[in-house]
C-alpha cells in the first residue's frame, strides 16, 4: 500500500529584507564563504576604460577583482618562494637571516 503526498503550497511569498540577506550566510558546498562588499572606489578613466573594453561592456568590474585577487596572490607566491630560498641557501651559509 503506497501512501500518496501532496506537497501544500501558498500564494502568498513573503517579500525578501535588507535584513533576511544580511543574516543570510552564503555556502558554496556547505562551506561558509565571504560575501563581496559594495564600495566606491576612483579609478584612472584609463584603467576603467580598459576593463571595459576587455569586458565588452559587461563583467568588467568581476575583470577588476580578479586582478586585484591575482596581484594579491602574486605578491604571497613572491614572499613564500623568498622565504624558501633563503631557508635554503641559510642551510649552506649562503645568505644572512633577513628580518
Not at 586585484?68 to 624558501?84: C, D, G, M, N
Amino acid at each position: 500500500m503506497s501512501k500518496k503526498y501532496s506537497l501544500k503550497t501558498s500564494d502568498h511569498i513573503p517579500a525578501v529584507t535588507q535584513a533576511d540577506i544580511d543574516r543570510s550566510k552564503f555556502r558554496i558546498n556547505l562551506k561558509e564563504v565571504p560575501r563581496k562588499k559594495r564600495i566606491n572606489i576612483m579609478l584612472d578613466t584609463v584603467v576603467l576604460s580598459f576593463f571595459q573594453h576587455k569586458a565588452a561592456g559587461r563583467g568588467y568590474q568581476t575583470l577588476i577583482n580578479e586582478a586585484l585577487k591575482k596581484a594579491i596572490y602574486q605578491e604571497e607566491l613572491e614572499i613564500a618562494i623568498r622565504r624558501v630560498v633563503r631557508e635554503e641557501l641559510g642551510k649552506y651559509g649562503k645568505v644572512k637571516s633577513v628580518n
